[in-house]
């Protein structure tokens, strides 16, 4: 009974709903990442890798500038960096997009952990170098439960929300959104009809890695102020998932994602209720809520979502 109580207590307190938020935040950011990539036919496993890159990027710039802001821009920079590494080998060079993307994933890895000493002195986890203020709502902070939940939060919470819905209007209601989902169905009659199916493509993956750079940022600065190594945690992966299943939408990948960060939230919640006691041993458990959620409703529902239909396909213009 008294797991049941704590469960309840869980679901009733404001503070569930605004880490779920907050949880959400990078898996938008990096679903989205997902979408512009994908929908324009190249497939975009490479996410973990760039979210890496730049929640270490905006901790070197924050730390050598003193501004925050800086250090998303650069994360922005080399997301997009890393992005056209990418891009230039699945659609130039016609190179497998998941080979590639893993490669960038172990580059990533391999980078970030080298320059860990040579720029901070000591490898594992840097020092505190600064973090994004929350920033309060006048008004909608003092109305009860919602204002503790939307009231005040960090400015990355509401530019990933402001980024569904620009992406949405900006896939379906525009002609060069109209041009990127044409060439991720069938590129050679888009060809045809003059569009320029490389440009696009580029423009997916370069995107895919603005997202997924801000993603990284988030994680470290918006969220901690501080990096450590693979802090992404597979979180790239899971906004793979969330793209998926969301469709291949900027709002059903914000859904899923919202999904993702509601289990994490839960977890978070449940191990820290003074009605339960969470054995160290069994703590780890609980932190893998948000994977065993991602293996159970990929294998319940992968199958029923339909990829674009050049998605992952490299596209060779005749001669």
């Known amino acids: 009974m008294r797991i049941l109580e704590a469960i309840f207590l869980v679901f009733i307190n404001p503070l569930f709903y605004k880490i779920t938020l907050t949880a959400s ?30 929640a270490f990027t905006s901790v070197v710039f924050t730390w050598l500038t003193g501004n925050v802001w800086i250090g998303v821009f650069m994360a922005i920079v ?14 130039k060079w016609a190179g497998d997009q998941v080979v590639l993307g893993t490669a960038i994933i172990l580059i990533a890895q ?6 860990m000493e040579p720029i901070f002195g000591k490898p594992g986890q ?7 203020e929350e920033i309060k709502i006048p008004g909608v902070a003092k109305v009860p439960f919602i204002g503790k939940i939307i009231g005040e939060l960090s400015p990355m919470v509401y530019i990933a929300f402001a980024s569904v819905v620009f992406s949405w209007w900006l896939i379906y209601k525009t002609k060069l959104g ?8 069938n590129p050679e009659a888009a060809d045809t009809l003059g569009v320029n199916v490389y440009g696009i493509r580029y423009f997916g993956v370069l995107m895919s890695g603005v997202f997924a750079g801000i993603a990284g940022a988030y994680l470290s600065i918006g969220e901690v102020g501080h990096f450590r190594e693979l802090m992404t945690g597979g979180r790239g992966f899971i906004a793979l998932a969330a793209m998926i299943l969301g469709k291949w939408n900027p709002v059903g990948a914000m859904l899923v994602s919202i999904l993702f960060g509601a289990s994490s939230a839960f977890a978070n919640q449940l191990q820290s209720s003074s009605l339960i006691h969470v054995p160290a041993t069994v703590k780890p458990l609980f932190d893998m809520i948000p994977f065993i959620l991602t293996i159970i409703v990929v294998a319940g529902f992968v199958g029923r979502s339909r990829p674009p239909k050049a998605d992952g396909i490299p596209y060779e213009k005749e001669a």
């Open 126 to 132: 840097t020092d505190f170098v600064g973090k994004i």
């Open 25 to 54: 935040t990078p898996l938008i950011f990096a679903a989205l990442g997902g979408v512009y990539s994908e929908i324009t036919g190249v497939v975009n496993i490479a996410l973990e890798g760039i979210m890496l890159i730049g």
């Open 78 to 91: 080399s997301g997009v960096a890393l992005a056209w590494l990418h891009a230039w080998g699945s659609i």
């Open 110 to 115: 391999g980078v970030t952990g080298f320059l």
């Open 178 to 185: 109209l041009r990127m989902r044409s060439v991720g169905e």
